[in-house]
């Protein structure tokens, strides 16, 4: 037996749409890419969005388009994938980390205030795991401060918030000057390689698809005519078409991850050694992958040999995340070390992703659950 980590729910009607654009003269900046970028900026609830080839130029667009330069400081969590920090890195800020909330894993909204200094510019506020950050305190803060928001959703297409100030569900995405989801093969919703800036500001609406499309104007533009440094970062319209296909079938995709998510609760929930992952009361989860952690007395080195041993039953599994400030480049650019960032480091070294896909089968969550009770180191 072997079960991957992650599995795209691709059927026939993705591939049906795929083809028909073959049967087209337009394969890139055709009409399925303008569709797609209507269709998500209407099921987010945003003014305009702009498709991208994946979250990781949409975050570099967006640091551009909210003006962040060299000197500059920018406020992260220490706990997620390395391009939500990278991308400060990229236009020479310095990424400014705070410790996460040990629930969420978000985050921390009460440690923000004692890392803003008078360089603090904006902050990049990640919804870690499809869990919504703690919005309400955060925008708070940005409004005292004066800081901009980039909020990375990348993991939490279809995630809510609910808003104690606005009394109401919000959906993610919708936080900040602007947002960046990621289509890569393991999300919610796939276009191969892909994502998407969503915002109601149109100017860095304008910038951002200028800069993804090498610089152009936005209308009435020669096609070699460029008025600003730009990128390809551009989707094609084949990775378009699968999106369309995939958001077309959002609510059935997220129904199923929460029935698999729901089903490992079940034979998790009463392992003294495991923590299953944690809802607040005032999210609604997007489900991109099944993290549990082990308690507090297992070390790294038990998780990584309950890993491997995972693997060696065939069971594909990882160590989610694995705390951006002790990555090597953070290390060696930033001197950070181990103790830096406590709670995100004790959680790091405690964490497994299990296989975690729409199609994956109670059977098979059975047989990962005898296997994981087997590799339990007794402690
Ligand atoms: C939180 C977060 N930010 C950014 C990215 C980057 O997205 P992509 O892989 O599409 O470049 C990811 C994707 O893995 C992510 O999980």
């Not at 896909?357 to 994981?372: D, G, Q």
Request: include cysteine.
């Amino acid at each position: 037996m072997r079960i991957p980590l992650s599995n795209p729910d691709i059927t026939n009607l993705e591939r049906k749409e795929i083809l028909k654009v073959l049967k087209t003269p337009y394969l890139a900046l055709g009409p399925k890419l303008k569709e797609f970028e209507k269709k998500i900026a209407q099921y987010i609830g945003t003014k305009y969005a702009v498709a991208v080839n994946s979250g990781t130029s949409g975050l570099h667009l967006l640091i551009q388009a909210l003006g962040i330069k060299k000197g500059d400081e920018v406020i992260t969590t220490p706990f997620s994938f390395i391009a939500s920090a990278n991308c400060i890195l990229y236009e020479g800020a310095r990424p400014i980390f705070v410790d996460i909330d040990p629930s969420t894993l978000n985050i921390d909204p009460d440690k923000i205030e004692k890392a803003i200094t008078k360089k603090t510019k904006a902050m990049v506020i990640v919804d870690v795991f499809g869990h919504p950050a703690d919005w309400d305190q955060i925008l708070k803060i940005a409004k005292k401060y004066k800081l901009k928001i980039i909020e990375d959703s990348c993991e939490a297409i279809g995630a809510q918030y609910y808003s104690k100030i606005k009394r109401k569900w919000i959906k993610c995405g919708n936080f900040g000057q602007a947002a960046i989801f990621s289509f890569y093969p393991n999300k919610q919703i796939t276009t191969g390689e892909g994502g998407i800036i969503v915002t109601n500001n149109k100017k860095i609406a304008e910038i951002c698809q200028s800069m993804a499309n090498q610089g152009r104007k936005i209308k009435n533009s020669q096609w070699l005519e460029h008025i600003r440094l730009g990128y390809n970062y551009r989707m094609s319209e084949l990775q378009a078409a699968l999106g369309l296909a995939q958001i077309s079938r959002i609510n059935e995709i997220l129904k199923k991850r929460e029935k698999v998510a729901k089903i490992y609760n079940k034979y998790l929930a009463e392992i003294p050694e495991i923590k299953i992952p944690y809802t607040a009361s005032w999210a609604k989860i997007s489900w991109f992958v099944y993290v549990i952690q082990l308690s507090k007395k297992y070390h790294r080195k038990d998780r990584d040999q309950i890993i491997n041993n995972l693997k060696k039953a065939g069971i594909q599994c990882s160590n989610y995340f694995q705390s951006i400030h002790l990555q090597p480049l953070y290390k060696k650019l930033f001197n950070y070390k181990r103790g830096s960032f406590p709670i995100a480091e004790s959680i790091s070294d405690r964490t497994i992703a299990l296989p975690f896909y729409n199609s994956l089968t109670e059977t098979k969550i059975k047989y990962i659950v005898k296997k994981l009770k087997q590799f339990l180191i007794k402690k």
